[in-house]
């Protein structure tokens, strides 16, 4: 089945840096790529997704790519802000057609 | 406020109990997952439903077992409850059939304990 790895567990950045957090997944066949911000003791929720026809999609402060050939997708926060401080998972769709997510990173923006 | 509501919110009980967690889903949602996040954990995927059909199963233990109801509400059933099951529980909704055309939408999830 599919396989997300995502790095790093834990990330700490000054408040108005770049966060930048990675996955990467196994399914060749994987098609669908979303991120989910769960804030503490909070429900996950979706902030961004791209297909695997885009190579980048971007809203607002949040972007993501993708890179097919090497199956790894990243997810970018620029100018981040104290309430950007939550857990991000990364999730792929891969043949078995169910989300499979990563493990997680604790981003902490520093005032 | 997503629109699923998930009970109950909290519940301790002991091991080898059983338990059963409800789900109601976004109104006009038809599909329904349920993942279960230990402690420091990722999202682990356990099952799927879809107008009152299984969908798919992920790592969903045999002591588990769930079901969604006409009204498209769903239970999830933990039964011979061990120390490592405790965790939330988390329910989403969607109103895709097929996991990759739809946002999930999260409930606030029923954290369990068990001692």
């Known amino acids: 089945g599919e396989n997300v790895e995502q790095h790093p567990s834990t990330l700490s950045v000054q408040e108005g840096d770049s966060a930048v957090i990675k996955c990467t997944y196994s399914?060749?066949?994987?098609?669908?790529f979303p991120w989910y911000k769960q804030e503490l003791g909070k429900r996950p929720q979706l902030i961004i997704d791209?297909?695997?026809?885009?190579g980048e999609k971007k809203d607002q402060r949040i972007a993501v790519t993708l890179n097919k050939t090497a199956k790894h997708f990243s997810l970018h926060i620029t100018e981040t802000q104290p309430e950007d401080s939550a857990v991000y998972f990364c999730?792929?769709?891969?043949?078995?057609?169910?989300?499979?997510f990563g493990s997680g990173t604790q981003l902490t923006v520093l005032p | 406020d997503s629109g699923v509501t998930q009970t109950p919110k909290h519940l301790i009980t002991a091991t080898g109990q059983r338990v059963t967690l409800r789900c109601s889903p976004r109104?006009?949602?038809?599909?329904v997952y349920w993942y279960q996040q230990s402690l420091d954990q990722g999202l682990q995927f356990l099952i799927h439903y879809y107008n009152g059909e299984e969908r798919a199963k992920g790592n969903i233990l045999e002591r588990f077992s769930a079901q969604q109801f006409p009204d498209l509400h769903s239970e999830l059933n933990l039964s011979s409850l061990e120390l490592g099951d405790s965790a939330l529980y988390f329910c989403a909704s969607s109103v895709a059939r097929a996991t990759n055309t739809g946002e999930l939408f999260f409930g606030e999830g029923s954290r369990l304990t068990v001692l």
């Open positions: 109104s006009g949602d038809l599909s």
């Open positions: 999730a792929a769709i891969g043949s078995a057609r169910q989300l499979t």
């Open positions: 399914d060749s066949a994987s098609n669908y």
């Open positions: 791209i297909r695997s026809n885009v």
